[in-house]
């Protein structure tokens, strides 16, 4: 079909414990601020480098939400991927984009600017 080609694939961690190295976790840190809604994916990958995870974003609709898009997760940490935000002690940028690969959302925590 002529969507095979765009399929893309969910990457999610599933290792836990998950840190990145400090050099990784400074890059994040300082240069997400350059992302810009409605730039496109690939400028996001030359500011940040690839994403940890890729996860379909959907609409909010309780029963069968339509996919609006894609999520690029840049992480610092996950302590587990189980439990409560506090059990998670998570770190990190969330990227949403449309499903042309248009940035519709920045979204960070974890972290002060």
């Not at 610092?76 to 969330?94: A, W």
């Amino acid at each position: 079909s002529a969507f095979s080609k765009n399929k893309i694939t969910e990457k999610i961690i599933n290792s836990y414990p998950y840190y990145v190295s400090e050099q990784r976790a400074t890059q994040i840190r300082l240069h997400y601020t350059k992302i810009k809604i409605g730039m496109i994916a690939q400028q996001v990958k030359e500011i940040l480098g690839e994403p940890d995870e890729i996860r379909y974003l959907y609409e909010e609709k309780i029963y069968k939400p339509k996919q609006i898009g894609y999520t690029y997760w840049y992480l610092i940490q996950r302590k587990t991927d189980k439990g409560s935000q506090n059990d998670k002690d998570e770190k990190l940028v969330r990227i949403s984009y449309d499903l042309n690969w248009n940035v519709t959302q920045i979204d960070h925590w974890g972290f002060d600017e």
